[in-house]
């Protein structure tokens, strides 16, 4: 878990908390960043969020943490993938990057952008086996993220030489990479208010499997420029 504060494209501060749940820790340490920066939390101006995939715990508390600052002040918010604040984490590179968490049940959550500052998507979010993912890529790649510790070996042998590997703690996302893109979306009027703040789980959970009998959301709504 971690909160940063920019002011603009620059980073000010940021605070991590690398122990004890979210629910807990989430607050007190946006309230440690606003102290040290001496910034008051009507001074804000815009709130930007990774909205997953990942834990849904820990995407509830800080969607609806989130949400409870953004109703109070009625700043804008701007959503931003969890895949895309990875991708960026990963810096500049001439590889195609391909962040990864894991998704349980030896599948990965994943996509793919293309080289360069812009980072174009060419693969679309998702729920990839290995072999299934392996047949959408092709090297020279840069496996980002926990997943690449859990089906990386498995990938790059499949694909041969030009596969490279990022695990954390390198390939590790923070609020700083959430906050770079949230910059980008809210200069673009890709944004939301707080009633339409919605988590992106990309896979059901099982009480919802079973009630509805399908495994995996919709691709979400971009928001319209606002």
Known sequence: MSVALLRGEDLVDEVSASAGPAAETLLPAVDTLLERAGVALGELEAFAISIGPGSFTSLRVGIATVKGLAF??????????????????????????????????????????????????VL?????TPEALCARI??????????????????????????????????????????ALGVERLASGRWVRAAQLVPHYLRRAEAEVQRTGERFEPAPRPPKPM
Do not use: F, K, N, W
């Open 72 to 121: 109070d002040t009625g700043l804008p918010i701007a959503p931003v993938s969890t895949l895309a604040a990875l991708a960026r984490a990963a810096g500049p590179t001439d590889r195609l990057v391909v962040p990864m968490l894991d998704a349980r049940r030896g599948e990965v959550y994943a996509a793919a952008y293309a080289a360069g500052p812009r980072r174009q998507v």
């Open 124 to 128: 679309p979010e998702g729920v990839y």
């Open 138 to 179: 092709r090297p020279p790649c840069l496996l980002v993220g926990e997943g690449a510790t859990i089906c990386g070996e498995v990938v790059a042998a499949a694909l041969g030489e030009g596969v490279a590997l990022l695990p954390p703690p390198e390939g590790s996302a923070s609020a700083r990479h959430v906050g």
